[in-house]
């Protein structure tokens, strides 16, 4: 009998879900037995795990019944309901949503950042939002070390982040409107193929701010413990299938050259420099697509600040990887549960 973990997944059947059992293989993570849950449409169905066909179960409030480690991805009112029944069940639930990651009980982690929040998890761990992973992987080691005062940040989303039947709605709407035919869209209330658009969250009429930039700001300052730190943020969807980018800008304490970001860069956990001037090669969706790492580029003297105190650059991340699953398996490593397991 194997003392390795029950490991749950909540949403085996989206977008997310499918990626942390790719991850768990990849990463030979630990796992005793799968508990693959989603709703009632897929009770029955079957996911492949390290060559065997795993049954997937109906959520209920009963299936977390001897799971030590539960990932959470199937939307907010899913977690908000079932994670503290997991907990209560003995889990740690590590979630996906934006259901509790403002909860100042729960801890908001990045590892590469501030794994040792997890200590101090009473149950649940929340992963942050996507756009928020990959802009903090790499300006943290520079806040580090000549901390940044204010950032501008500029998202291009792609439709993973919106989950698997956003991706489904991108290729048929391209279909259609490459072959002429009209397409209602069921998923993004807007038209998706050939086009962007505002963020589909909801926006704040008085702020004027969507949920994903509010998101963004707020995890921004309780990741980095800095509530001064101050955030501009544009979060925009593209018509890519999965990898985010971002434009950043960041204004820094003292000055600051792009030699030293390329420095600090280069040594950076889970970050790799695509930054090629002579072959214009930067990062791009379609090259952090499956990667781990959070690409970054065009790294250069933000030249509206001439003081020298300010950079800007871009970076692309797989929104499925470092972006949602990759993140959660990483903080799930890292559980003593799993140590003692
Ligand atoms: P299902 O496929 O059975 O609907 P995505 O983020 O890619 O949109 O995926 C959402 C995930 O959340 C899917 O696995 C989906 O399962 C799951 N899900 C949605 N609603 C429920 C529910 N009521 N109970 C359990 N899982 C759900």
């Known amino acids: 009998m194997s003392n390795d973990p029950v490991v749950a997944i909540v949403g085996v059947t989206g977008a997310v879900g499918a ?14 037995k799968l508990k693959a849950l989603a709703s009632a449409r897929s009770a029955g169905q079957t996911v492949n795990f390290r060559g065997e066909q795993v049954m997937i179960e109906e959520l209920t409030p009963h299936s977390f019944h001897g799971v030590d480690i539960a990932l959470f991805s199937a939307g907010g ?12 069940s003995g889990a740690v639930v590590v979630d996906n949503s934006s259901a509790f990651r403002m909860d100042p009980d729960v801890p908001l982690v990045i590892p590469e950042i501030n794994a040792g929040r997890i200590r101090d998890h009473k149950g649940i761990i929340a992963n942050p939002n996507c756009s928020a992973i990959t802009a903090l992987v790499p300006l943290w080691p520079i806040h580090r070390q000549n901390r940044i005062k204010r950032m501008i940040i500029s998202t291009y989303q792609a439709a993973s982040g919106a989950g698997a039947a956003a991706m489904e709605e991108l290729k048929e709407s391209t279909r259609a409107s490459l072959e002429g ?6 998923v993004i209330p ?25 998101k963004v700001i707020k995890e921004t300052r309780k990741i980095f413990e800095d509530e001064k730190i101050a955030i501009g943020v544009t979060c925009v969807r593209v018509p890519v299938l999965r990898a ?11 000055p600051i050259s792009e030699d030293e970001v390329r420095a600090i860069l280069s040594k950076a956990l889970g970050v790799r420099i695509v930054d090629d ?18 690409l970054v580029g065009r790294i250069r003297k933000d030249l509206s600040d001439p003081s020298g105190h300010s950079i800007a650059m871009f970076v692309s991340a797989d929104q ?3 972006g949602a699953a990759l993140n959660a398996v990483q903080i799930a490593e890292l559980l003593p549960q799993r140590a003692m397991a």
């Open 77 to 88: 009112s899913i977690s908000k309901k079932y994670a503290p029944i997991a907990v209560k």
């Open 190 to 214: 807007l038209p998706y193929a050939f086009n962007v658009f505002s963020h589909n969250t909801a926006i704040d009429p008085d702020t004027g701010y969507n949920d994903e930039e509010t």
């Open 19 to 32: 990626e942390f059992i790719a991850t768990m293989d990849k990463r030979n993570f630990r796992v005793g």
């Open 320 to 322: 499925l990887l470092k």
């Open 277 to 294: 001037r002579a072959k214009n090669y930067f990062p791009m969706p379609i090259d952090a697509s499956g990667q781990d790492d959070v």
């Open 244 to 254: 985010h980018c971002e434009a950043i800008t960041f204004e820094c304490e003292r």
């Open 181 to 186: 035919r009209p397409f209602t869209p069921k």
